[in-house]
């Protein structure tokens, strides 16, 4: 076995396109299959143009995993997993928001992330546990049925099936990149190395920084690494591309704010992340927004007002199908809730314009932090540049 097939065996295997999940129809699996095909050939392209690694390939797995990851092999080879359940979850939970599509509610409930909730208040409805759970608390045969029985509740319009496919590229692409950013910035060797303290100090960093720096910086890569997919796979197909681009980018606002309500639906205490490898997920997401805007001023800075009118849009519509769906799992659409039960399924705080001054200032200070360690990072990449 080469050094991909025997990760991809240690995560449950390769995926028999012949015998799929029944969430994931047949076109969902293109899509996806499709979509990691552009990256690989892109992050290929990055890594050797760059010098910094050999090779990379991703691989889907029959894992029920929600995450995926990054496998370093000698002679900087890479390999990304994509588990089955990441796909399929995303399909599903893309499915259940575009079915509050234009019949929004527009009731809304918020927490505020200086409650401190107790873990034992929060409560996923039984339905919803397939998609919001911990992997770790159901086996492979229980996820696949109760995901699909999810699944088979949703009725979105039917012209939202190519929205559903974009969506999932777009998160894809996104989840991808972060784990890319993890190689192409050496990232673990960074984690691997002996720096201490005293030479972390001209960055104003500490060795007990490095884990959330470089989740900080794979997520701001992220962003900027979709956003150059999307101009150049939008200006590759699409002769008005200027309408697809400002699209992509709405849906481009409502998948970040999907994606880091899927990750961390039981949002804890804001100031609980500060000793944990990453940083709250409404900083992470506002931060996402951040740098979509710096990005986008580098790339079309004659669309800034338009593009980033379009990303709020897409971050709204997403915040009110979330708030939607928390009212139907209130109603017991997806299971009966226990009695006391306070918080479920996604602990929903708005961000953006309604941001508290504490807010803003925990995303000012995840921000520095990261520019402090790109900073280190542009410094290691110069002194292994000058030694070639």
């Given amino acids: 076995m080469n050094p991909h097939e025997l990760t991809t065996s240690m995560y449950g295997g390769p995926v028999d396109s012949a015998v ?31 010098k910094r690694g050999t090779e990379v390939k991703i691989c889907i797995t029959r894992s029920t995993s929600m995450a995926c990851s990054l496998h370093q092999h000698a002679g900087e080879v890479f390999t990304i997993i994509v588990p089955l359940g990441v796909i399929a979850r995303l399909r599903v939970l893309t499915r259940m928001l575009l079915e509050y599509w234009d019949q929004e509610k527009k009731v809304v409930i918020l927490n505020s992330p200086l409650d401190k909730i107790a873990p034992d208040n ?13 992997n770790m608390d159901q086996d492979d045969e229980k996820f696949w049925t109760g995901l699909a029985e999810l699944d088979a509740m949703l009725s979105p319009a039917p012209e939202s099936a190519q929205d559903v496919l974009e969506l999932q590229h777009l998160a894809l692409v996104h989840l991808i990149a972060h784990e890319f950013t993890h190689a192409w910035e050496r990232h673990l060797s960074i984690l691997k190395s002996n720096m201490s303290d005293v030479s972390l100090a001209p960055y104003d960093l500490h060795r007990k920084d490095l884990e959330k720096c470089i989740e900080l910086h794979a997520d701001i890569m992220a962003v900027e690494l979709s956003t150059r997919i999307l101009e150049l796979q939008v200006h590759g197909a699409d002769s ?3 309408v697809s681009l400002v ?3 709405l849906r481009m606002g409502y998948m970040v704010t999907m994606l880091y309500s899927l990750y961390d639906p039981e949002r804890k205490y804001l100031y609980a992340y500060d000793k944990d490898r990453y940083t709250h997920p409404l900083v992470r997401r506002e931060m996402s927004i951040d740098f979509i ?10 669309m800034l007002d338009h593009v980033m009118e379009n990303v709020k849009h897409g971050w ?8 939607d769906m928390n009212l139907d799992a209130m109603s017991g659409k997806f299971g009966k809730i226990e009695s006391g039960k306070l918080y479920f399924p996604i602990g929903l705080a708005m961000g953006g314009d309604a941001s508290a001054s504490y807010i803003a200032q925990e995303i000012n200070t995840a921000t ?5 360690f790109v900073n280190l990072v542009k410094d290691l990449a110069d002194e292994e540049y000058g030694k070639q």
């Fill in 247 to 249: 699209r992509g980018f």
């Fill in 20 to 50: 799929l999940p029944a969430t994931i129809p047949d076109d969902s699996f293109k899509e996806a299959q499709g979509s990691i095909l552009f990256v690989e050939r892109f992050f290929n392209h990055l890594l050797k143009s760059t």
């Fill in 240 to 242: 008005d591309a200027d």
């Fill in 122 to 134: 929060w409560h996923i409805p039984s339905r919803m546990i397939p998609l919001f759970g911990q």
């Fill in 316 to 323: 709204m519509r997403c915040l009110w199908a979330i708030n």
């Fill in 368 to 372: 520095n932090l990261v520019l402090r």
């Fill in 293 to 302: 805007r710096k990005i986008v001023s580098l790339l079309f800075p004659d």
